[in-house]
């Protein structure tokens, strides 16, 4: 009786367990690589639709003296900088600054942009935004505020940036939408195999 048990343990249960722990592995591992590479095209369309309309702005500010733009409340530029906001929901400010001076843009209570002084570029400022990818940076960094910064000042010159700050739990919320269904196809199907199993 004992050696019977033994014989139906060592001939049934062990290799279904051992079958059972190798495809909760194969599983566990492919879904998590499948979420990580679903998630980072995700994110890369994200910033990509995001980059499609700021550089529109950007390439005319760069034109021209984007800080006296800002200084002067031109038309054009707070009717663009209300488009943005119109469009991007998780849009929080839009901001010019060099290393003397600095404006602020963003949408008032009564729904219209304004601007005010803000403080100026610091000297290290394209240093430390330039870091990581803007993909690594959105996932990676625990600020409230994503930040996009494009580099208005030409070579040699003083540095001048057009900064562009997102909720960042808006955008992280909008990638895990796209998320969702492969979590729950890897747990459906997972959940599957093991009871076919």
């Known amino acids: 009786m004992i050696r019977s048990e033994f014989a139906v343990t060592r001939l ?3 290799p279904y367990a051992l079958l059972l722990v190798l495809y909760f592995a194969v599983i566990g591992g492919g879904g998590a690589w499948l979420w990580h590479e679903v998630r980072a095209v995700e994110t890369r369309l994200l910033i990509d639709e995001m980059m499609a309309e700021l550089e529109p702005l950007a390439q005319r500010l760069r034109s021209g003296d984007a800080l006296a ?5 031109e038309g054009w530029l707070l009717t663009e900088v209300e488009r943005l906001f ?8 839009v901001s010019v600054r060099g290393l ?8 008032n209570e009564a729904g219209a942009v304004s601007s005010q002084t803000t403080s100026p570029l610091s000297a290290d400022a394209r240093r430390m935004i330039s870091n990581k990818l ?3 940076r959105l996932h990676g960094d625990t600020d409230a505020l994503f930040l996009i910064r494009f580099d208005m000042g030409e070579a040699g010159s003083s540095p001048v ?3 562009f700050a997102f909720d960042r739990s808006i ?15 890897i747990l459906l199907f997972g959940i599957a195999g093991a009871l076919s199993i």
């Open 161 to 163: 940036s057009l900064d």
């Open 12 to 14: 049934v249960v062990l």
């Open 171 to 185: 955008l992280l919320a909008r990638i895990n939408e796209g998320l969702f269904a492969i979590e729950h196809s």
């Open 86 to 93: 119109g469009g991007m929901s998780a849009l929080r400010d």
């Open 69 to 73: 733009a800002a200084r002067d409340g």
């Open 134 to 136: 803007a993909d690594e």
């Open 100 to 107: 003397l001076s600095g404006y602020q843009m963003n949408i």
